[in-house]
């Protein structure tokens, strides 16, 4: 139980960075982009028990690496989505 909250701690953490290194104006809201992160850093940590099983009282650096790679992947796929969203209607407006 303690690992699934440090991946969504970790994805909240990513997603919240995420804002910060692209600061422009953004189609998602930032809350959007908090829960994207928190799901792929789940998923990521999730999968990662598939190469690194869990063990009792140990986290291994392999399941923080890819939580924090299915965090970004999670959270560009939810940007490059948005964004295909917005330049459609934008396209429909002019």
């Known amino acids: 139980m303690w ?5 969504a701690v970790i994805g909240l953490l990513a997603g919240a960075a995420s804002r910060l290194f692209y600061p422009e ?10 829960i994207l992160g928190m799901i792929g850093a789940l998923a990521g ?3 990662s028990w598939i190469w690194w099983p869990l063990v009792d009282g140990e986290f291994q650096s392999g399941n ?5 790679l299915g965090a970004a992947i999670v959270i560009v796929v939810g940007a490059v989505v948005t964004y ?3 330049l ?6 002019s």
């Open 3 to 7: 690992n699934l909250i440090v991946f």
């Open 25 to 34: 104006r953004q189609p998602a809201r930032v809350l959007v982009t908090i």
């Open 45 to 47: 940590g999730l999968l």
């Open 64 to 68: 923080l690496i890819l939580s924090i």
């Open 84 to 86: 295909q969203r917005s």
């Open 88 to 93: 459609r209607t934008y396209r429909k407006r």
